[in-house]
């Protein structure tokens, strides 16, 4: 199908009245139900399918179609080949078409179980959401589940198309019944407006136009509906939020101010805030390539300049002063996580809310949404298509609005930092508090005073590598050599970390993360005491030791990555430990069936296969020297 | 080697000739929400990418997207060059067009070919057109991004042209070999676009990607934006070959024998290599009247194109080997 561009109707060009923005939709609902073949009559009966396209699928629908030789709709709808093939739609696909009186977006999602992602991904961006429901089987799991995520994305409008109703003869009663159900159901949701229409996709009964072997049905067809259907009340009368985008400076006289408007609108001399510095301005010019604009709305891409002379940058918001967004470092939120590698509760990925990114933790899971019946279930992490509340931490102040109020600035993404992967879609509920009230205790006497009694400064020397790579053994002479020297260190280790403070954990990747980060905040008080801290963990994953790098002031942690070969390793296996890990006796054992992800830019890389330990430990010191951490002798 | 110029013209911003009018009072809403919509996608990628391109394949949609990014930026100039993949086979109108226009909008263009395909003897009608296309334009790409180390580079592709594009991201991640791996796309949800690349990866962008054919030429109308005059319907010489009408851009192409090029009333809707693109037999030749003609149109762009034709699936497999 592809080029579903203009209705090749009658009407000359000028009778294409409707020119308002094109309604984005999408289509949902199980497997099978007949999304594809609806939208694909939807096409045919609005002429909207080309000839050239329409020879193809008469072709196709005779290699690929379930339906003998009628034409097959669906296959109009399903775009890459591996998954026509396979006969499923597995990822969204965007559709394009106008009828005479309005244009129109399609998200088309699929049905299956395991992609709630991407029906989360097309909500996320649709203003209406089609349910296609199966008159003879009613509705299902899918069918609650993805009412649930439609409403959980904010959509407000939805159509509840009862299809293949010729199956069922055409019975009121079957409609009216699933109708009642589900309306029951919705009751809980956010729905703004419900409408359910009995459908045949496959015959066009109540499509496009209204079907006579259904006199008992009062309401519009679904054309009829999706033509006249209102949904973008309010967002010009919403407060005024602006991103920052860009900061345009042709030259020294001119700065402007680049973004899309999310809410609200503005003129010259209203006055605004720049968030989150509180500043106050008043806007001075709205400019454009066509000359300077009297109004900008919402949804308008602009340039504003300002009448003062302020410090703003990409990632600020500029709104009105009377009704504020927020500013927050710790919030609730709900998350659909979109990655086959779970969540891990402190863990830091990336934020992107608006045009601010930043690092983000998930300090608290509070509980896993059950996207089937909306109950809530207790979780120590998110998987793949699972949606959860938690709270979470930010590094920097995040400006925003909660998601129940404004779609675009309550949105965020988070991205893995190494894998760059989208990792989750958030919407933020609400700001902690928490952040303000435990105020740090101040202290009078300071890291630095502690440090300068010591005459050296407090360092972190975290040293990582496989089980056996050596890493105890080298910060053993290390620490010996560090003390002969008169520098005061502690040494904490993996095996007698885990004898006391980190007892109660195991060995999963959760529980991995959460042995680091206890570490990590143990090595920060006495970096602050001003000790240097010899670390030897395994530790491995980047995300982790990254997570240590930053609880600390730039400098003070110092990666060192005591690289020995795998199988040199296995060779010396001094506890003969992978003995029993290749032998399946112990499970998650790094390097055998866990992962080790090498540092990638780490302070120091000893080359531990090759170099007796006294050697390593010498160049350990020599670069603590060469850092001016400490003295030479 | 491969071999680009740079051909840098004035620094100054300029805008294509527009009456005075407020922004967007000639357009649609549904045009301006388009418009906005591709401009903060511009805006988006200029803040996030160290080294963006577009690539201007000197067609409707390159126009238009030019238009946008103009706009975008204003009242700096664009912020990035603007890079043209010349096979050597496109329509001479196409070159002085292109040429016109960097003056006229004092654009920092980079015109790249490959070179070793040139010595190769590489030619739409020695080497077929899916060798053709692969070498002169696929990996040229590729030459010309890695020449320059583009880390982003704008397309001006609509989800609307073909089957495996509706379902490609806007911001579209490409594999340091810019390859595209279609069953491996981020989510894009809202407009947060995930820019992270690592090093030696690229990412595609295509500010257009929700606009429509028919969107294209209202816009073009609307900001009264120029196109190619190939795009107009004029008497033009051409030869009917497996169903396509073929201009006769110059002596390179060999008639058949017996086979003689005949003057005919045509015009073009998409426009490449003119040995491979199909002219249709038409009488627009004002832009209202190809925005009539489209509306009536019974068959798809596309079908002018003669790489399309090998099967449908072809258009999935050329951009997973870096077809853009
Ligand atoms: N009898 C009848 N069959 C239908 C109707 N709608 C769809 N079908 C059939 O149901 C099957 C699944 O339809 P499809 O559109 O592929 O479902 P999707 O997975 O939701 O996209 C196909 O064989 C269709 O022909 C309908 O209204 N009536």
């Not at chain 2, 017996?258 to 199909?278: A, D, H, I, N, S």
Request: glycine share 6%; aromatic share 6%; with cysteine.
């Amino acid at each position: 199908m592809d080029s579903l561009v203009q209705s090749r109707s009658l009407a000359p060009a000028s009778a294409v009245a409707d020119t308002r923005p094109a309604l984005r939709l999408l289509t949902c609902g199980s497997v099978d139900d007949g999304k594809s073949t609806l939208i694909g009559r939807l096409l045919y009966e609005q002429n909207l399918i080309y000839d050239d396209h329409l020879a193809a699928l008469e072709r196709d629908s005779k290699k690929h179609g379930t339906n003998g030789a009628e034409i097959d709709f669906a296959l109009l709808l399903d775009g890459l080949e591996a998954e026509r093939e396979q006969g499923i739609t597995i990822d969204v696909a965007y559709r394009y078409f106008s009828t005479r009186k309005r244009s129109f977006i399609v998200a088309d999602t699929p049905g299956h179980e395991q992609y709630t992602r991407n029906m989360a991904t097309g909500a996320s961006n649709s203003e209406l959401a089609v349910l296609l429901v199966d008159a003879r089987k009613g509705l299902l799991p899918q069918t609650r589940r993805h009412a649930i995520i439609a409403s959980l994305l904010g959509i407000r409008h939805v159509v509840l198309a009862v299809n293949k109703i010729d199956l069922v003869d055409f019975d009121r009663t079957v409609f009216d019944g699933i109708a009642a159900k589900f309306s029951e159901f919705a009751a809980q949701l956010n729905f703004t407006q419900v409408v359910a229409i009995p459908l045949s996709a496959r015959y066009g009964d109540n499509v496009s136009l209204r079907s006579a072997r259904m006199p008992w049905h009062a309401g519009p067809s679904l054309l009829d509906y999706l033509e006249s259907v209102d949904v973008e009340p309010g967002v010009q009368g919403k407060p005024f939020r602006m991103p920052v985008q860009w900061v345009n400076r042709p030259n020294s006289d001119f700065r402007g101010f680049a973004g899309t408007i999310v809410s609200g609108s503005i003129r010259p001399g209203d006055e605004v805030v720049v968030l989150p510095s509180g500043r106050t301005t008043r806007v001075a010019r709205i400019v454009s390539a066509d000359g300077d604009l009297a109004a900008g709305q919402a949804k308008d891409a602009v340039t504003l300049t300002l009448a003062d002379e302020i410090d703003v940058a990409r990632g600020d918001v500029i709104a009105g002063t009377g009704n504020r967004p927020q500013a927050a470092d710790q919030f609730a939120a709900q998350l659909v996580w979109m990655s086959s590698h779970a969540l891990q509760p402190g863990r830091s990925y990336l934020m992107k809310i608006g045009s601010q990114t930043t690092i983000a933790t998930v300090t608290e899971l509070r509980h896993r949404v059950d996207v089937d019946t909306l109950g809530k279930l207790a979780a120590k992490t998110l998987a793949l298509n699972e949606v959860g509340v938690c709270n979470i931490a930010t590094a920097a102040q995040v400006v925003f609005d909660p998601y129940a109020e404004n779609r675009d600035t309550g949105s965020f993404i988070l991205i893995d930092r190494y894998s760059n992967e989208t990792v989750a879609g958030g919407m933020i509920s609400f700001a902690l508090r928490r952040a303000t009230n435990v105020h740090l205790q101040n202290l009078t006497v300071g890291k630095q005073a502690r440090s300068a009694l010591k005459h050296h400064r407090p360092a972190v020397l975290w040293f990582t590598g496989l089980s056996g790579a050596g890493k105890s053994t080298i910060a053993n002479l290390v620490e010996a050599g560090l003390h002969a020297r008169g520098v005061h260190t502690i040494m904490l280790d993996g095996d007698n970390i885990r004898h006391g403070l980190n007892k109660d954990l195991g060995f999963t990747e959760t529980d991995r993360v959460e042995n680091i980060r206890r570490i990590g905040e143990v090595a920060k008080l006495m970096t602050d005491a001003g000790l240097i801290v010899l670390c030897s963990f395994i530790s491995p994953f980047r995300a982790e030791r990254q997570m240590v790098r930053e609880l600390l002031p730039e400098g003070e942690f110092l990666e060192i990555f005591v690289d020995t070969p795998l199988d040199q390793c296995i060779a010396r296996d001094p506890k003969g430990l992978y003995r029993r890990a290749l032998a399946g006796e112990i499970k998650n054992f790094t390097g055998v069936d866990q992962v080790y992800e090498t540092p990638e830019s780490p302070e120091l890389r000893l080359m531990a296969g090759q170099q007796e330990a006294d050697a390593l430990a010498n160049q350990v010191i020599d670069e603590l020297v060469r850092r001016d951490i400490c003295v030479k002798h | 080697m491969p071999e680009s110029t740079m051909n840098t013209v004035a620094a100054q911003a300029t805008m294509p000739v527009t009456p005075a009018a407020p922004l967007g009072d000639g357009l649609s809403p549904r045009l301006r929400r388009l418009e906005a919509e591709a401009i903060f996608i511009m805006r988006e990628a200029v803040s996030e990418f160290r080294n963006p391109v577009m690539l201007y394949s000197i067609g409707k949609d390159s126009s238009a997207m030019l238009h946008v990014a103009l706009k975008a930026f204003y009242p700096s100039k664009l912020p990035f060059p603007v890079l043209h993949v010349d096979t050597t086979w496109k329509f001479r109108e196409m070159i002085a067009f292109r040429d016109e226009t960097a003056a006229r909008l004092g654009l920092e263009l980079i015109v790249h070919t490959n070179q070793e395909g040139v010595a190769r003897g590489i030619s739409p009608i020695a080497s077929g057109s899916s060798l053709h296309t692969q070498v002169m334009k696929t990996e040229a790409l590729r030459q010309a991004l890695d020449k320059y180390k583009f880390d982003a580079a704008f397309g001006g592709a609509r989800r609307d042209e073909e089957k495996s594009r509706a379902k490609e991201r806007i911001f579209s991640h490409r594999s340091a070999a810019h390859a595209w791996d279609p069953r491996n796309q981020r989510p894009e949800l809202w407009n947060i676009f995930n820019t992270r690349i690592k090093p030696g990866e690229s990412m595609r962008v295509f500010p257009l990607s929700n606009w429509t054919e028919l969107d294209v030429w209202e816009y073009v109308r609307a900001e009264r934006i120029p196109v190619v005059p190939l795009y107009f319907a004029k008497e033009r010489p051409v030869v009917e070959r497996d169903g396509l009408l073929i201009m006769r851009d110059d002596d390179r192409l060999p008639l058949l024998p017996g086979e003689k090029p005949r003057m005919e009333r045509v015009r073009f809707r998409t426009l490449g290599c003119y040995p491979l693109t199909g002219a249709i037999r038409s009488n627009a030749d004002t832009l209202d009247a190809i925005i009539d003609e489209m509306r009536t149109s019974a068959s798809s762009e596309r079908q002018g194109r003669a790489i399309d034709h090998d099967d449908s699936g072809s258009m999935e497999k050329k951009k997973r080997e870096g077809y853009f």
